[in-house]
């Protein structure tokens, strides 16, 4: 295990993310960063912009569980650089939730409002983070990571909208603290974490990957993920190995991969 600093775990107990710079090279954020762009070459045009922020004209690629397109990043998930870290905020048995890659395209890169992620998938433990693995450089005018340091500690707030965001009036992305980051850092941040990012106006791409993980053992409130991500009724159907309620179509059941083994409940 890639265990963590007495002060990078107050840290982020402080602050709801933590930095790590370096986490991968440059040659392996560059090499990631190659697949990144054959993912999106072969899936042909995406756009995931937020209703919210629809009207600005900007717009972002994105494909889910890129595991399932590249092995680099099935071998990259259990990589103990990523997985070190986050039993040193989870604890020991740390499972993938899912995961996203997104790229920025340049000039007209859509931001992402403020937000907590907790409201896609909340759990009863709040055991659920975030990383964002930079696979090329992200300063401010790529559309960095914002984020209110502390925030998670207000617990869920109030969400707005189809996407969730947070208040506006409270959380202004301009009041939010950059976190500028460099390719091969990584963010691991707290679903509670009030965070967003802003437009991408440079002229190069902004490309992450971003891993969701949390302790197996923790509850799903609901099943709007898998719903929103599949069409499939996730209400009515439990996976044989009985974790969750989380067969997905197509893929499986997130939990033990297996595909097909479900029984109504
Ligand atoms: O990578 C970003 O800019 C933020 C992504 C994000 O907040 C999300 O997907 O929930």
Redesign the pocket.
Known sequence: MTSLSTEQIEFYQQNGYLHITGLLTPEEAAAYRAEIHAIAERQGETDATWESVKAGGTSITHCHDVHFRSAAFTRLLTDPRLTGPAQGIIGPNVQLHHN?M?IKPPEKGSP?PM?Q?YPYFPHRDHSMI?I?LHFDDAPEEK?C?RAYPGSHKLGPVEAYGSDHHASEKLYPITRATPIPAKAGDAIFMSYLLI???GTNVSNEPRT?L?VQMRDPLDVPLNDRHCLARSGHDARRRRCRCQALRLCVGGTGCLTCSARGRTAPV
Do not use: E, P, W
Request: aromatic share 14%; proline share 0%.
């Open positions: 996203k997104f992402f937000h992620d975030a964002i559309g990571l965070h967003g990012s992450t971003l």
